[in-house]
């Protein structure tokens, strides 16, 4: 563990962890609000095998956005020396995610999952690449809302997971399902490895206009671009 300064001063713990050589870049995870220590330390452990720092920062569940928001640029801010910094939020800390998207300075791109409130946020486009996975069977984000939300917000590349529930990533909880959370990693790793690292995104099924590098010098889309304005369609 590690101890971080927010810009009020005041401290909160972080865990850390390194990767075996040199790192590709950083990743900040902010988990859901009743993630277990051990929860938080596999997710982070297993960026860190993918060769990335891995920083996951306390947040009080109760703690206020905008204080939050000022503890996760403080974490960013504790690991940017490394190279470009992504944000992965689960739960409350994909709302979070979403939210950094414009509200953190010094970070390459965003990733939510299941971010409770996310689709009501009017906040203009996202100044990063950004990236939100929801279960379609989620009890508390009613996939009609990730629809609409996904017709709203094209500047975001909104994955959805047939039969998931909330907390679909969340191994060992009672929602957890193996498969979409799969499928959403790979997806993560997929976007860090473009905007962190900077390596051409992989051929990906339903992979989304927004998350294909921008490769033409004259500016000009390619077909699949125009195809998909909305982002990519559900599973």
Known sequence: ?????????????????????????????????????????????????????????????????????????????????????????????????????????????????????????????CKVPTLMHFGEADQLIPVEEVTQFRFVRPDVSAFTYPGAAHGFAAEGAAGYDADSAGKAQARTLNWIAQYVQGAPPASMKNAGAYALAKTDKKGKKKDADKKDDMGPPMD
């Open 1 to 125: 563990m590690i101890e971080l300064t927010a810009s009020d001063a005041q401290t909160f713990a972080a865990y850390r962890a390194d990767p075996p050589e040199a790192p590709k870049g950083a990743v900040v995870i902010l988990p859901e609000a009743l993630a277990s220590g051990d929860g938080v330390r596999r997710i982070a452990d297993g960026f860190a095998a993918e060769g990335y720092v891995a920083v996951a920062p306390a947040l009080a569940p109760d703690a206020d956005t905008a204080w939050s928001l000022a503890a996760v640029q403080a974490t960013v801010d504790a690991v940017k020396d490394v190279g470009k910094v992504a944000v992965v939020g689960y739960d409350r800390g994909g709302y979070l995610a979403f939210l950094a998207a414009n509200e953190v300075q010094g970070i390459a791109c965003a990733i939510g999952y299941y971010g409770e409130g996310v689709s009501g946020t009017q906040r203009g486009k």
